[in-house]
Nanobody, 118 residues
């Protein structure tokens, strides 16, 4: 049962850009908010950006001014535009959905690898 499929990662040089996509299906289509997480090797998974059903966005301090989260409900897709990438952005990026009463779903997609290196 697949409900999120992340794509768009790759290898880029510092200062480069990538756009990640998250195709959503199943019960997560009715979620109140979407979010992007990332996890670097040996580190905890961290929340990078969120967007709610009204379009309100929030970002981790480390990515403010560089990343933009958006969603296209007609395409059942969430996006993360990443600009001015830094080596410390290197991680596996995951998409998830949240509901007010239940929080984030406890299952995850395969993620998409982002590597920023010269």
């Amino acid at each position: 049962q697949v409900q999120v499929v992340e794509s768009g990662g790759g290898l880029v040089q510092p200062g480069g850009s990538l756009r990640l996509s998250c195709a959503v299906s199943g019960s997560r289509l009715s979620a109140n908010a979407m979010g992007w997480y990332r996890q670097a090797p040996g580190k905890q998974r961290e929340l990078v950006a969120t967007i709610n059903s009204g379009g309100t966005t929030n970002y981790a301090d480390s990515v403010k001014g560089r990343f933009t989260i958006s969603r296209d409900n007609a395409k059942n897709t969430a996006y993360l535009q990443m600009n001015s990438l830094k080596p410390e952005d290197t991680a596996v990026y995951y998409c998830n959905a949240a509901r007010y009463a239940l929080g984030w779903y406890d299952t995850w997609g395969q993620g998409t690898q982002v590597t920023v290196s010269s």
